[in-house]
């Protein structure tokens, strides 16, 4: 089980940080990342990190503004968000992958002002 926090409103120029809370499996096992569905938009990749965190990687749209971390002692994974967009504006999920998939229920992030 995934599920994502501190989703809200935020004016642009302003920051967020993303939590993804993990349960039921061998989190120390799985490659997280970080999707966002725009409205009317699909669902797109915007973040990864590996099972130990050394890697990450990023879509060009958030490089340099978003961070991806994890803590494998707590189970968690973050997203910090900085300099916000409108273009920003979406719901993001969490993702764990290791062997089967598992997905958060999502959080919205609404940027305006």
């Known amino acids: 089980q995934l599920v994502e926090s501190g989703g809200g409103l935020v004016q642009p120029g302003g920051s967020l940080t993303l939590s993804c809370a993990a349960s039921?499996?061998?989190?120390?096992?799985?490659?997280m990342s970080w999707y966002r569905q725009p409205p009317g938009r699909g669902r797109e990749l915007i973040a990864a990190i590996t099972m130990g965190g050394g890697t990450t990687n990023y879509a060009n749209s958030v490089k340099g503004r978003f961070t991806i971390s994890r803590d494998n002692t707590k189970n968690t994974m973050q997203l910090q968000m900085e300099d916000l967009e409108p273009e920003d504006t979406a719901v993001y999920f969490c993702?764990?992958?290791?062997?089967?998939?598992?997905w958060g229920q999502g959080t919205q992030v609404t940027v305006s002002s």
């Open positions: 039921g499996f061998d989190f120390t096992r799985a490659y």
């Open positions: 993702n764990a992958q290791l062997g089967r998939e598992f």
